[in-house]
């Protein structure tokens, strides 16, 4: 079986199609089948949701099931396979525990999370409707560089809601939000948990986790919180296929030219030019969100000069230019 769930043979017949027609005989040569054989994986698709039509150029796909592995993995624009769960306690326990098997290249997606955590072990509600989806790459990047990904997975979520009609903008360190430049941090959409393991000089795995409200009912978000959805935003349900396969070929873009995630998480930012404050883990900085530093750090202007904060708890306070606190 495949990660997603499919024989090998149907996954690539499944892949064919993805290209266009296929045609029965041609297919069957191939793959060292009989038709009957052909006519048997494509009845199967068409019993798991895939709408496959016989024409004259041969079988074509008319339509595909709502949300599950195959149908995230049809036309999937990216080098990963799609483990589907229906239910699961955390998408990145899961992945974790695929990259002590030795996977790599994998997208642990799920419907439903029962255990899930968001950063520093916050709860993180996660109901059917949602895109829960954990990402498990080996980059040949030293541990320092692993910022780099949150920033990438951030632009991803940001450029997918985008697409779908919601202007969302990123949080630093790990939130995408959206109506934040009247707000003191925005409405949040979405969150992303970045783990991994390694060696002082190198990763060995690493596992990005994105919890995007997208289609959540707004009696299942957090209450007295500022969450929000994609739904809420839009006053309709999106296409979560299609949202999870942009959200993992814009990660896999990133990704692949390191050098564009600086500039793309810039142009998405709605932290630089703020007035912040931030709580690290042993102080506590405010001023001005000058600008982001590879591979993630946040430049800070205050009344003391620049200071570069790598990690820690970002509060939007007002845009810059409208006066420093308490004046």
Not at 246 to 253: A, C, G, H, I
Not at 285 to 297: H, K, R, S, T
Request: aromatic share 4%.
């Amino acid at each position: 079986m495949t990660a997603d769930g499919l024989p090998p043979t149907r996954r690539a017949l499944l892949e064919a199609l993805a290209e266009g027609p296929v045609e029965g005989p041609a297919f069957a040569e191939r793959a060292g089948l009989t038709r009957a054989a052909v006519w048997k994986h494509v009845e199967a698709l068409r019993g798991s949701g895939f709408d496959i039509e016989s024409t004259d150029r041969g079988y074509e796909v008319a339509g595909v099931p709502g949300y599950d592995g195959p149908a995230i993995a049809y036309g999937l624009e990216a080098p990963v396979a799609v483990e589907f769960h229906d239910s699961v306690g955390s998408t990145n326990d899961r992945a974790r525990e695929l990259a002590a098997e030795g996977a790599t290249d994998v997208a642990v997606v799920a419907d439903e999370q029962t255990d899930s955590r968001g950063r520093l072990d916050r709860e993180w509600r996660s109901p059917r409707g949602g895109v829960w989806l954990s990402i498990l790459v080996r980059p040949d990047v030293p541990p320092a560089h692993a910022p780099a990904f949150t920033l990438a997975a951030a632009v991803a979520v940001a450029r997918a809601c985008r697409e779908a009609g919601v202007d969302a903008r990123i949080k630093w360190p790990n939130d995408v939000v959206v109506g934040g430049r009247g707000a003191r941090g925005g409405r949040k959409l979405c969150g992303i948990l970045t783990e991994m393991e390694g060696e002082a000089d190198r990763v060995s795995w690493l596992v990005v986790g994105i919890g995007l409200n997208a289609n959540v009912d707004p009696d299942d978000l957090p209450g007295g919180t500022d969450a929000t959805s994609l739904a809420r935003e839009l006053g309709r349900d999106v296409d979560r296929r299609v949202l999870t396969q942009r959200v993992l070929e814009e990660f896999d873009d990133l990704t692949a030219d390191p050098d564009s995630v600086l500039p793309a998480w810039r142009e998405h930012a709605d932290t630089l030019g703020r007035r912040v404050r931030v709580e690290t883990p042993g102080d506590v900085v405010e001023g001005i969100a000058e600008d982001v530093a590879f591979p993630g750090a946040l430049l800070v202007d205050t009344d003391d000069g620049e200071v570069r904060v790598t990690t820690g708890d970002c509060e939007h306070l007002r845009p810059a230019g409208e006066g420093r606190a308490g004046n």
